[in-house]
């Protein structure tokens, strides 16, 4: 069993930057993929990034040149570094975890889910 706690979150303004952290208990990220979804108001669970246990990642196409997904060495925390904000980016944010090498960008593929972090981002 994984549990997944997601932490970082806040307000900031357009511009800014901020790193949300995703620890896991229970067991490493090693030979896991993480992946990072978000939920705004009245829209529908989104995939933002993912990565596998040996650093390959992928992101949605809004994101992609602004935010990265990293673990730390010990595979026990994996982040997303979210610069340049925008206020469309305004969400609670999810981290997840699926037992396997390759990363998915669909949520119904991952088994563990934290309980999510809220990112405001005022213009």
């Known amino acids: 069993q994984v549990q997944l706690v ?8 357009a511009g800014d930057s901020l790193r949300l952290s995703c620890t896991a208990s229970g067991r ?3 030979s896991y993929a993480g992946g990072w979804f978000r939920q705004a108001p009245g829209k529908e669970r989104e995939f933002v990034a993912a990565i596998t246990w040996i650093g390959s990642s992928t992101y ?9 997904v990293s673990t730390d060495n010990a595979a026990i925390t994996m982040y997303l570094q979210m ?6 980016d305004t969400a609670t ?5 699926r037992p396997s090498v ?3 960008t669909r949520e119904s ?15």
Not at 60 to 68: I, Q
Not at 93 to 97: F, L, P, R, S
Request: aromatic share 14%; proline share 2%; charged share 15%.
């Open 6 to 13: 997601e932490s970082g979150g806040g307000l900031v303004q």
């Open 28 to 30: 490493t990220f090693s």
């Open 60 to 68: 949605s196409d809004s994101v992609k040149g602004r935010f990265t």
């Open 83 to 88: 610069n340049s904000l925008k206020p469309e």
């Open 93 to 97: 944010y999810y981290c997840a975890a």
């Open 102 to 104: 390759v990363a998915s």
């Open 109 to 123: 593929e991952y088994r563990y889910w934290g309980q999510g972090t809220q990112v405001t981002v005022s213009s």
